[in-house]
């Protein structure tokens, strides 16, 4: 079983950057798709970006298109997330997931890390 552990959150001003990062450790994550969530004081969480196994494939969220990178490094067993142009509605507690895509399929959860952006 993977275990995931995201690092690199922080208070920032708008406008600023922050690089997150999730260490993956139990197993090598080349069978998982991996992904970016996050979730802000009373709201449910929310879809950031997500990647594909091999890296080639990646999609986001509307809002935070052309601001946010996801990319992944296999060998490294780690998942980073780029944001540039950070703004207060970034606000929130992100949460890494890896999504075992052969069977036994499954999805994991690192425990979060929270990004505070300043107005």
């Known amino acids: 079983q993977v275990q995931l552990v995201e690092s690199g959150g922080g208070l920032v001003q708008a406008g600023g950057s922050l690089r997150l990062s999730c260490t993956a450790s139990?197993?090598?994550?080349?069978?998982?798709?991996m992904g970016w969530f996050r979730q802000a004081p009373g709201k449910e969480r929310e879809f950031v970006a997500v990647?594909?196994?091999?890296?080639?494939?990646?999609n986001y969220r509307d809002s935070v298109r052309d601001r946010f990178t996801v990319s992944r490094h296999n060998g490294k067993n780690t998942l980073d997330l780029q944001m540039n142009n950070l703004k207060p509605e970034d606000t929130a507690v992100y949460y890494c997931?890896?999504?075992?895509?052969?069977?036994?399929?499954?999805?994991?959860w690192g425990h979060g890390t929270q990004v505070t952006v300043s107005s």
């Open positions: 990647i594909n196994l091999s890296g080639q494939y990646t």
């Open positions: 139990g197993r090598t994550i080349t069978n998982y798709a």
């Open positions: 997931n890896a999504r075992r895509v052969v069977t036994p399929v499954s999805s994991i």
